[in-house]
């Protein structure tokens, strides 16, 4: 389903609410962000139409509300009235900074609705723009620079975990890059088999990595890379005598819905460590298939007692799942706390019911629309909308695998509403970056994208006494009349709207400063 259709059933409802771009800082334009404010001046093509005109036209409004990349636009000289507010994607090539039209020699056309209402446009437009704050000149095309930037290149060697046996690394190659997402295959690969996963994911690592922390690694015949040179941490590391068999509360990989008792199964350099989290069951002789190698300062990890110190329901070893407690399991086995610190916390802009999209971790290629649950900190807890709580899942709030409403719709990644898969997720053939075959254009075979069940929209809409046909029928009229006035600004420095600078408004003479 296309993202902005999706989204378009909830935009309007009263009770709707989603992560601002800013609280990301992975994606495109939220370093220029702090220029989409409420009541912002742009330039947009008109949502009217207009009787012999075969180009588009545009005309000045205002941003009245904004959910993630979307916002709520007005058309300067319609008051009060909400009956033409239309949304539209923020970073969409038809918005423009006020003066973008006399810059281009175009013409701005008010809509039917307005023609009439004032006897002169220009001065109205004038004294309408007086001190509003608009968009910089260069918006977009810093933004697309920020969207397109990466330090991945097409053709470069990655060492990347294996989707299939998540102990190991192998040598990947980056295929294609979109938006900061990477599509990649690893180098026995058949043609049509590859993964997505984002460049700030703790997946990859650069080519010896695996030779300088000790990790085990699948490569081609010849593979013999530089080992990385040293970091002004490792001593550090080394101080903290990391040891097999400590323990700590862990995110599952295998069932990142999950929480458990984990422990440390083998002690890399640097920091590294490989863990078994508990409650994982494998198949005869696929013992250790289930280690994930986490930092010791991964967020993904945590300390003894943090599940019950905030709450959260730990799942604990088989045979202490009916009278778990740290103290006596630690003492029983004869076992140490390992010395977990929480990640220092940060301000964020998350909260509960609001909505992001969010890339499944068992299946990376697919990016869904979901709500945020639970905030426990930095650590939050999305539902995927449409799915069953079972397959919710726990991330950081910095993780690189949550987006604001409008990602998919800006850089072209399908965004998907998917039943689980009808057989279980095999943990050593689904894991972390996905089993099932994905391409650079689409999602994996097996999963089959549906339509999300409406109830969720109604129940939103009927908290605001509306109902989804009144969400996406807009009060338009279309109707037969005479070609209207246009406002074509004058080749005059006081008339002709120029920005200068990251931040401009407009000023009584009409220029912009």
């Known amino acids: 389903m296309e993202a902005s259709n999706y989204w378009r059933s909830y935009l309007n409802c009263k009770d709707f609410q989603a992560v601002g771009v800013r609280e990301?800082?992975?994606?495109?334009?939220?370093?220029?962000?702090?220029?989409?404010?409420?009541?912002?001046?742009?330039?947009?093509?008109?949502?009217?139409?207009?009787?012999?005109?075969?180009?588009?036209v545009l005309w000045v409004a205002s941003i009245n509300k904004i959910h993630g990349y979307y916002g709520l636009l007005r058309y300067e000289g319609a008051g009060n009235d909400p009956n033409q507010d239309f949304w539209i994607h923020l970073c969409s090539p038809s918005i423009h900074h006020v003066g973008w039209c006399a810059e281009n020699g175009k013409q701005l056309i008010p809509p039917q609705s307005i023609v009439g209402k004032f006897p002169d446009l220009r001065d109205f437009l004038l004294n309408s723009l007086t001190g509003k704050q608009t968009l910089s000149h260069d918006f977009q095309a810093l933004g697309n620079q920020s969207s397109q930037s990466s330090c991945f290149q097409v053709g470069d060697q990655w060492e990347v975990v294996d989707k299939d046996r998540i102990c190991q690394l192998k040598v990947?190659?980056?295929?294609?890059?979109?938006?900061?997402?990477?599509?990649?295959?690893?180098?026995?690969?058949?043609?049509?088999?590859?993964?997505?996963?984002?460049?700030?994911?703790?997946?990859?690592?650069?080519?010896?990595?695996?030779?300088?922390?000790?990790?085990?690694?699948?490569?081609?015949?010849?593979?013999?890379?530089r080992e990385l040179p040293p970091t002004p941490s490792d001593q550090q590391y080394e101080d903290l005598k990391l040891e097999v068999g400590m323990k700590m509360e862990a995110i599952n990989p295998l069932r990142p819905c999950v929480i458990g008792v984990a422990t440390i199964k083998k002690v890399l350099k640097r920091g590294y460590v490989m863990v078994r989290v508990e409650g994982t069951e494998m198949e005869p002789g696929a013992e250790g298939n289930d280690w994930v190698c986490y930092h010791i300062t991964s967020p993904n990890i945590f300390p003894c007692g943090f599940c019950e110190e905030n709450g959260i329901l730990l799942t604990p070893p088989k045979q202490w799942e009916d009278n778990f407690y740290w103290t006596g399991y630690l003492d029983g086995?004869?076992?140490?706390?390992?010395?977990?610190?929480?990640?220092?916390?940060?301000?964020?802009?998350?909260?509960?019911?609001?909505?992001?999209?969010?890339?499944?971790?068992?299946?990376?290629?697919?990016?869904?629309?979901?709500?945020?649950?639970?905030?426990?900190?930095?650590?939050?807890?999305?539902?995927?909308?449409?799915?069953?709580?079972?397959?919710?899942?726990?991330?950081?709030?910095?993780?690189?695998?949550?987006?604001?409403?409008?990602?998919?719709?800006?850089?072209?990644?399908?965004?998907?509403?998917?039943?689980?898969?009808?057989?279980?997720?095999?943990?050593?053939?689904?894991?972390?970056?996905?089993?099932?075959?994905?391409?650079?254009?689409?999602?994996?075979e097996a999963i089959t994208p549906v339509s999300p069940a409406p109830s969720e929209a109604e129940r939103m809409c009927a908290r605001a006494e509306m109902s989804p046909e009144a969400i996406e029928t807009k009060a338009r009229v279309v109707e037969t009349a005479p070609p209207r006035p246009s406002f074509q600004a004058a080749n005059s420095s006081q008339e002709q709207f120029q920005l200068v600078k990251k931040e401009k408004t407009v000023k009584k003479d009409g220029s912009i400063g």
Request: charged share 25%.
């Open 24 to 56: 990301f800082n992975h994606v495109p334009f939220s370093g220029l962000w702090d220029m989409i404010t409420l009541g912002t001046m742009v330039e947009v093509e008109s949502q009217d139409d207009v009787p012999g005109s075969h180009q588009p």
């Open 172 to 225: 990947a190659t980056v295929q294609k890059v979109v938006g900061q997402r990477l599509y990649m295959k690893y180098f026995d690969s058949t043609e049509d088999e590859g993964f997505w996963l984002h460049e700030r994911s703790r997946q990859i690592h650069p080519m010896g990595w695996a030779k300088t922390t000790g990790h085990e690694i699948v490569a081609p015949v010849g593979y013999h890379p």
């Open 333 to 444: 086995n004869g076992a140490r706390a390992a010395p977990v610190k929480l990640r220092e916390e940060f301000g964020h802009g998350f909260w509960i019911d609001m909505k992001v999209e969010a890339v499944n971790r068992m299946e990376p290629s697919m990016i869904c629309p979901a709500t945020i649950t639970r905030i426990e900190g930095r650590l939050i807890k999305i539902h995927f909308d449409g799915w069953e709580e079972k397959h919710d899942q726990w991330l950081d709030a910095g993780s690189p695998d949550i987006y604001p409403i409008g990602y998919c719709e800006l850089v072209h990644h399908k965004m998907q509403v998917a039943p689980p898969p009808q057989t279980p997720l095999k943990p050593e053939m689904k894991v972390l970056v996905g089993g099932g075959k994905s391409s650079p254009d689409h999602p994996p």
